[in-house]
């Protein structure tokens, strides 16, 4: 006989339940039947996706492990082991996880918990699914059982494997403890990079009350009517970029976490998160916009983490599907700036990336025919070009080495560490200013020019004069000027000199012009105008108008990423034009949230979340525009500013020092 299994989708009728702390860092998602969109949980060292099937996730994302290229195929970010693949039983029938939705799934990004709440047969299950801060390594899942009935409910785990790893092998055995404990491990490795590299994962489960341990591979629980059970289970993942034994690595991590406990290991993640927090933006007034801008700091957070040297691709730990993993000018112009104000010590690990890929860039610059460093458009894990070779991007899309002194530069300025500077800051932007040295042409009349360059419009290809690359240029070349002289060196004249000469191309009435054959064509992105913003180099008011007028209309609507908008609304802001401001900043962002959580995706059209690129501009609106931060050679100050007309209050927190915008 079919046994019947009954599944009921509460949505409507059943809200979670938030207390007034919870406001403003909770988000609920109120429809998973429709079109859905998974957060992923991240610790800056690992990430998951969190579905809406029970149990389900997605792929898990390992920040600092790649798989090299070989071929036509370039290096990419790791798609690891998977420890967590619960599937439940009650009363020995297995049910299709297909069949259920959840009654309600949210995302508490104080304490970086995903809940999702789901009944069937009798039973009702709630658990949580954490990236653990405390322990970089280890993905945890919380399960809490009630029965509405008597009822035996049986949780087995596999741990899923990519098909790509070869040598595949699971293993599974009891650790006899010297101190006479007993700790049960599930184990599976494989291999990569043609055998040359490993990767391990080991889970374990945490007991609570009412569960008992079948095996290393599964938990039984037996309730009576209106009874609950509980138990964690704890995956740990390492590889051989991490770790030269993973094998007995992951098994001794799922080991820790199994002599810590659940509470504790709860309770040091979210004091690791307290710790994040303390670099927070509140909006007064605007309940969504605050919850969407939080979201944004949040999935940032989780994108980075102290102490690692690496920086963040544009889609973080949330998918590598989507630009490999690879490093862009995305990092240092879009999301680094908000980390830069809000936790600097998390900004110096995207700068950390960069200096120890400086031989490479070196190196880059040699092959070349150029003196300096010549980063690459798309970095790997070793710092070196990993562009695809089909893409003109790689060997023509220059203004990222500019960005990255511009990012030296700002670091310094924010943090007022010379000797930072002197030791490492310094030093990149003087092999920066030296490869724009080479890398210009002469005029006749005593002016540089840049050929053959890709520009941030990424539509116009082998242009000359782009304005963005040669205000970047520009910029770093004075920066390294400015940081030779704090060092207590002599500055080469050539930097200032080819800065003074680079070439902004104009149209006849002052317009900008994006490149010297520009003619209004349609854009990829803002260009011209990160002359007004960040680069300052368009400074006056009707000059900032007439590009912002100018170029807004050409944006491609369909295609074009999300970011030129929030440069529109800074600059908007800047100039108090309130509502221009206003609408700029929902342009550039909510044409492009996804249900049922508002994850951020590239573009007005795309599905491809969450897009970091974005996050950062989003943030960088609200700090740099609506808070009035300015980033300045003596330190972070604030400006005048406006806010959007439904904002009552606007305070920027960086660890106990708050910046206030009021709507007067």
């Not at 019947?4 to 809200?15: I, K, R």
């Not at 080991?255 to 509470?263: M, P």
Request: glycine share 10%; hydrophobic share 40%.
């Amino acid at each position: 006989m079919m046994r019947l299994v009954f599944w009921v989708v509460l949505l409507a009728v059943v809200p979670l339940s938030v207390d007034a702390r919870s406001e403003g860092w909770v988000i609920t998602a109120r429809d998973t039947t429709a079109d859905y969109f998974a957060v992923a949980m991240a610790n800056g060292e690992i990430g998951v996706a969190v579905d809406r099937e029970p149990f389900a996730l997605g792929s898990v994302i390992l920040g600092g492990s790649y798989e090299p290229g070989f071929g036509d195929d370039v290096s990419r970010i790791l798609e690891g082991i998977n420890p967590l693949g619960l599937t439940m039983a009650v009363d020995g029938h297995r049910f299709d996880p297909s069949e259920i939705r959840p009654q309600h799934q949210s995302v508490d990004m104080r304490r970086a918990v995903h809940t999702t709440r789901f009944s069937t047969d009798g039973v009702t299950v709630v658990y949580r699914i954490r990236a653990l801060r405390n322990m970089p390594y280890a993905l945890m899942t919380e399960v809490e059982v009630t029965a509405e009935r008597d009822a035996e409910v049986l949780f087995s785990n596999g741990h899923t494997v990519p098909g790509e790893f070869a040598d595949t092998l699971r293993e599974s055995r009891t650790v006899g403890c010297e101190d006479g404990s007993r700790i049960a491990v599930q184990r599976t490795s494989g291999s990569y990079n043609r055998g040359r590299d490993h990767i391990v994962a080991s889970s374990t489960f945490l007991c609570g009350e009412g569960c008992e341990a079948v095996s290393p591979e599964s938990v039984r629980i037996v309730l009576r009517k209106g009874g609950r059970a509980s138990f964690s289970l704890v995956g740990t993942i390492c590889t051989t970029a991490a770790f030269a034994d993973p094998w007995n690595e992951s098994e001794r991590q799922a080991i820790y976490a199994a002599r810590e406990g659940a509470a504790q290991l709860v309770a040091a993640h979210e004091r690791k998160w307290a710790e994040l927090w303390q670099g927070d933006i509140e909006i007064e007034g605007d309940p969504t916009a605050q919850l969407d801008v939080r979201f944004a700091l949040f999935n940032l957070y989780g994108s980075i983490r102290e102490g690692s040297r690496r920086s963040i691709p544009p889609m973080g730990l949330s998918a590598r599907g989507f630009y490999n993993g690879h490093i862009f000018w995305d990092s240092e112009i879009w999301m680094y700036p908000a980390l830069l104000v809000l936790r600097p010590c998390l900004a110096r690990q995207m700068l950390d990336y960069r200096t120890d890929g400086l031989d490479a860039a070196r190196r880059r610059a040699y092959a070349h025919g150029y003196r300096g460093a010549m980063f690459p458009w798309e970095g790997d894990d070793r710092g070196e070009e990993a562009t695809p070779t089909f893409a003109l991007t790689g060997p023509l899309e220059h203004h990222i080495t500019a960005d990255i002194a511009i990012a030296s530069w700002n670091y310094y300025c924010v943090t007022q560490d010379r000797e930072w500077l002197r030791r490492e800051g310094f030093p990149l932007m003087r092999e920066a200013a030296r490869f724009w040295c080479d890398r210009v042409t002469a005029n006749a009349d005593g002016s540089y020019s840049i050929r053959n360059v890709i520009g941030a419009n990424e539509y116009a290809v082998g242009v000359t004069d782009n304005a963005f690359t040669n205000g970047a240029a520009r910029r770093a070349l004075e920066y390294a000027s400015a940081a030779a002289e704090l060092c207590g060196e002599r500055p080469d004249p050539q930097w200032s000199a080819v800065a003074a000469g680079l070439r902004i191309p104009h149209f006849a009435d002052g317009t900008t012009r994006e490149h010297a054959g520009y003619d209004g064509e349609m854009i990829k992105q803002a260009d011209a105008n990160l002359l007004g913003y960040p680069l300052g180099i368009v400074t006056g008011r009707e000059a900032q108008l007439r590009d912002l007028e100018y170029y807004e209309r050409r944006i491609d609507p369909r295609n074009g990423p999300a970011m030129s908008y929030s440069v529109f609304a800074i600059q908007y802001a800047r100039l108090g034009m309130a509502e221009k401001a206003c609408e700029m900043f929902r342009r550039s962002y909510l044409p492009n949230l996804r249900p049922p959580f508002g994850v951020f995706a590239e573009t007005a059209t795309s599905g491809n979340p969450y897009f970091m690129t974005g996050a950062g501009g989003m943030l960088q609106a609200v700090l740099f525009g609506f808070g009035g931060l300015e980033i300045t050679a003596d330190g972070l100050v604030q400006r005048p500013s406006v806010l959007p007309p439904q904002w009552k209050n606007l305070r920027i927190k960086i660890n106990g020092k708050i910046y206030q915008a009021t709507n007067q």
